[in-house]
């Protein structure tokens, strides 16, 4: 069994976006934090170093 998953950006179905409220707020922080820690994102390295790492490797 995982230590870790991302079920959160599976199953969830309701409204992304800031401002809306502080419930939304939040669902849109946990639903980009799990896009870009996708395994084949971080797995890419030029996008890693470009993007996270901000380095022109």
Same mark, same amino acid.
């Given at each position: ?7 959160? #950006?599976? *199953?969830?179905?309701?409204? #992304? ?12 922080? #946990? ?13 890419? *390295? ?12």
């Amino acid at each position: 069994m995982a230590d870790h998953s991302h079920l959160f #950006i599976e *199953e969830f179905d309701g409204f #992304i976006g800031f401002g809306l409220n502080r419930e939304s707020d939040m669902d849109t922080v #946990i639903y980009y934090l799990q896009k870009f820690s996708d395994d084949r994102l971080m797995a890419s *390295e030029p996008e890693y170093h470009r993007y996270f790492l901000k380095d022109n490797h």
